[in-house]
């Protein structure tokens, strides 16, 4: 049977998603590989994570009342993650008035009992528990579902994060104080030592606000990055960039120098809002183009510097109707497919017990749904699929290939079993390998390239002739369009699924269409191929 993802249903599409996010299993300790995390033996280990926040005023991760641990830790890895982003206010355990706190009395402290009563039906057995012994029991049932997680130290005071303005973004802001965040880090990453489901520490996030500086970030993260290391020598030590984690290009010339090997790891973070209102003011290649290279730039050179770069927040309106997120995150997933990088999606959780004074208030960019039952978006999740596992990378020693990516869908281009002739769009676990010379496109280990053949046409497998139905340029400022010599661009037909070709569209200027159909990415692959 052909599959077609767009003409099944929901509860069908939900299952062929399970099918296809197989988890990674999980390794004790990881270190790092030149620009690689790897574990133990060796083999690359990518981290496909999402962020769940533990930070906000009641310390407590969301959802609890909602649905019970277990249950939520299953959904995780069913969802096609293998690790969670576990956020932490430093007040947790540096202040001693958060240090004596039950769950109970933090809930009721804030008058949240509806939440209250959803903990008691759902996890009544946290109630009484320590803050800090709650966290504890979430990681730990992380680790029994073989879910990896990465400690992060959001904030200090609990809180809703981040504002250029609210003293917690810099050392030495009211609220920030290094020596009490030295000190936090170190108790955390020994409370978290000999846990081996506890893969890394980011050492503090966003890192923001009219204090910042590149001196002051060389005093104290690398000391941070030590006190870590001294407390809990397994652990990935992740260190966040300037300006919201958006800049890290302080760091080409200047490389940070610590004692220790093999355990640095750079963050960045990347929302359509990180460029305000560019994906829809201007043209929607004109923008993927600028704000790539912008990336590239701010983080995406430290690859090249020989240290893994985590993308450790990204993330979309889940309800499909923000065209800046819309055109984002095909361009993101794009750059996060070519890169090949470790990632966290921003985020797990459907709803907060409390955030900036409202209760219950939902996330539209969660991974959950509202009541945390279920995705809020299996389209969305899907799209995810294939970045999961990693291209490239130790252990992965198949064949340098192209595979022709289509982040619109999270899919990539697959040969028809049936005519052999055609393409169309199926699971980037087994695409179809290519080698790209700059003009023809050939399908590996054969002497077929792909032909075009007009427009609304699909494009075909054919033997070579050296005439222009076989030309291909990568054209537009997003480079993400493959275009003939009679301007037709790569594009799926009204079936939703077969590769063909129709006029290149939205190319400049116009900023009022949307591209993402006709969006491919070649990227570098050693998968496996079809
Ligand atoms: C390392 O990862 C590879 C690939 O996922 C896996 O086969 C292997 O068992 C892992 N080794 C350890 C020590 O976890
Ligand atoms: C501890 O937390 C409380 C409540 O947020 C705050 O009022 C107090 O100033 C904090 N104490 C210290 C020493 O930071
Ligand atoms: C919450 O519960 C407490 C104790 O049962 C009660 O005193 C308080 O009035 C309740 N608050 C609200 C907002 O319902
Ligand atoms: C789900 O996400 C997809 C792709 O990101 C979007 O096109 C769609 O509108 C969303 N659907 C719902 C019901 O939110
Ligand atoms: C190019 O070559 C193919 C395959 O031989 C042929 O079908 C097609 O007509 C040729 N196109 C042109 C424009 O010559």
Redesign the pocket.
């Known amino acids: 049977m052909k599959l077609s993802l767009f003409h099944t249903s929901p509860a069908l599409l939900f299952i062929i998603l399970f099918q296809t996010l197989n988890p990674q299993p999980t390794s004790a300790y990881l270190s790092t590989s030149g620009r690689w995390i790897v574990n133990e033996s060796g083999q690359r280990v990518k981290l496909a994570c999402a962020n769940w926040p533990s930070h906000l005023a009641p310390v407590l991760a969301e959802g609890l009342s909602k649905s019970p641990l277990d249950a939520i830790s299953k959904l995780i890895g069913s969802m096609g993650f293998n690790c969670v982003r576990l956020t932490w206010p430093l007040y947790l355990v540096t202040n001693s008035s958060y240090a004596k706190l039950t769950v109970r009395q933090s809930f009721q402290g804030l008058g949240l009992n509806v939440s209250l009563d959803g903990l008691t039906r759902n996890n009544g057995w946290i109630l009484d528990k320590m803050l800090i012994e709650a966290y504890q029991a979430v990681v730990a049932n992380l680790g029994s579902n073989n879910i990896m997680v990465i400690l992060d130290n959001h904030i200090t005071q609990p809180g809703w994060c981040c504002d250029n303005n609210d003293g917690n973004g810099f050392f030495w802001d009211r609220f920030f104080n290094p020596h009490e965040w030295l000190a936090g880090l170190s108790r955390m990453a020994r409370l978290f030592n000999g846990v081996t489901n506890v893969v890394g520490m980011s050492l503090r996030n966003e890192l923001r606000g009219p204090k910042q500086n590149v001196p002051v970030w060389y005093e104290y993260m690398p000391r941070g990055a030590e006190v870590v290391h001294q407390a809990n020598p397994n652990v990935l030590v992740i260190l966040s960039g300037l300006s919201f984690d958006n800049d890290l290009s302080f760091l080409s010339n200047h490389e940070v120098k610590l004692s220790f090997s093999s355990k640095l790891v750079h963050e960045v973070h990347w929302y359509a809002f990180s460029n305000t209102d560019t994906w829809s003011n201007q043209n929607a290649n004109d923008a993927c183009g600028s704000i790539t290279s912008n990336i590239m730039r701010k983080a995406g050179f430290i690859l090249s510097k020989g240290t893994p770069l985590f993308m450790s927040e990204w993330g ?1 309106d ?4 923000k065209r800046n997120d ?1 055109r984002y ?1 095909s361009c993101a997933l794009a750059a996060l497919a070519a890169m090949d990088l470790d990632w966290a999606l921003w985020a797990l959780q459907g709803s907060y017990y409390l955030r900036e004074g409202i209760l219950d208030e939902e996330e539209v960019y969660g991974a959950m749904n509202l009541d945390w039952s279920g995705p ?2 299996a ?2 999740l899907h ?1 995810l699929a294939s970045i999961k596992s990693p291209f490239q990378g130790p252990g992965l020693n198949n064949p340098l290939n192209k595979v022709l990516y289509h982040p619109k869908t999270g899919l990539c281009i697959v040969q028809d079993s049936s005519t052999n002739s055609l393409l169309h769009l199926g699971p980037c676990d087994s695409p179809r390998g290519w080698k790209y010379n700059g003009q023809n496109i050939q399908l590996v280990n054969s002497d077929l390239f792909i032909k075009e053949s007009g427009a609304g046409q699909p494009v075909t497998l054919t033997s070579f002739a050296d005439n222009d139905s076989f030309k291909w340029n990568l054209i537009s400022n997003s480079k993400l369009h493959i275009s003939s010599q009679t301007n037709l661009c790569l594009d799926i037909g009204s079936d939703g699924n077969t590769l063909i070709t129709n006029p290149c569209n939205c190319i400049s200027r116009d900023k009022n269409c949307d591209p993402e159909g006709q969006w491919f990415k070649m990227v570098p692959s050693n998968r496996p191929v079809q």
Do not use: V
């Open positions: 979309i889940q309800r499909g109707g819309n995150s809020r978006n389209t969305f799209r």
